[in-house]
């Protein structure tokens, strides 16, 4: 993911940011980007990542960093988080009908998954795309795990049952109640990017994937590594038997017609569909 550090962000400025944050739903400015997965054993195209993006009128392409605080604070995030599902799921579908079979991952905020609506909005989502559900991984933020009163556990097997997987994003070793996740449907589990920046120089991070790979050997879990920038990182999360990769080195973020050309040059699917 592309980010402006230094540009302001909309809570910055002095406008109704709430408003114009729904002005931007309403009004179709909002656009998903896709980011590729790679298969670290095999090379193989994995998946994507849906990243949402807003093109507003005056400032231009704006990455999720610059609007995404207020998002949640306003409450907007739900509307939002609702309308990027129905739009991964299209999309997906559309791959699909295309002869491609990948999955498409979608980032779900916490205060979304806490809406009561939400179980039934990733039914709509699927049952108006028609996308396949075991195409679909929903993934969350590891605190939505933490202090669970129990209903939690239950709407995550009521997704899993209707085929979703699910997936714990920014894992990273200050998460260490990894225990926890043997209480919840958890099939993919997301290494942090900023804890990825850390290999191979460091034995202490290094260590930590060894011993999350073995809890995924046991439990049958994926493992994905985001943020691989350099071929270093890349060949010691290939060494450590982690499962998928994302980051620059595979690819940058690409509009759903440049996936297209991708697929369409990457030399292990040539004339062939995944």
């Given at each position: ?5 230094n ?30 997965t790679i ?7 994995a ?14 392409d ?8 207020e ?9 939002v ?12 579908a ?13 980032n779900?905020a ?13 039914t ?29 556990a ?35 589990l ?7 920046a850390e ?5 202490a ?22 943020g691989?920038?350099?071929?270093e ?11 998928v ?6 690819s ?17 699917f ?5």
């Amino acid at each position: 993911m592309t980010k402006s550090e230094n540009q302001p962000t909309i809570s910055d400025r002095t406008t109704d940011a709430s408003s114009e944050l729904a002005q931007a739903l309403d009004t179709k400015q909002f656009f998903l980007v896709y980011q590729p997965t790679i298969d670290l054993q095999t090379n193989a195209f994995a998946g994507v990542e849906s990243l949402i993006r807003w093109r507003h009128p005056i400032r231009g392409d704006l990455g999720p960093e610059q609007f995404l605080a207020e998002l949640e604070r306003s409450g907007e995030i739900v509307a939002v988080g609702r309308w990027a599902l129905r739009a991964a799921c299209a999309q997906g579908a559309t791959w699909y009908e295309r002869g491609f079979r990948f999955p498409v991952s979608v980032n779900i905020a916490i205060k979304q998954f806490g809406d009561d609506l939400f179980n039934q909005d990733v039914t709509a989502a699927l049952s108006t795309s028609s996308l396949d559900p075991s195409l679909l991984i929903l993934e969350f933020p590891f605190s939505v795990l933490l202090n669970d009163d129990g209903s939690v556990a239950s709407r995550l097997e009521s997704l899993r049952l209707q085929g979703v997987r699910l997936a714990i994003d920014d894992l990273r070793p200050s998460d260490t109640a990894l225990a926890t996740l043997e209480m919840f449907p958890i099939s993919v589990l997301k290494l942090d990017r900023h804890f990825i920046a850390e290999l191979p120089a460091s034995k202490a991070a290094d260590a930590f994937v060894q011993a999350l790979v073995q809890v995924a050997k046991v439990r049958k879990l994926q493992i994905i590594a985001s943020g691989v920038e350099d071929t270093e990182q890349r060949n010691q999360l290939q060494s450590d038997e982690v499962d998928v990769g994302q980051g620059f080195l595979f690819s940058q973020p690409r509009e759903a017609a440049d996936i297209d050309r991708f697929l369409e040059n990457f030399s292990i699917f040539s004339g062939k569909p995944l």
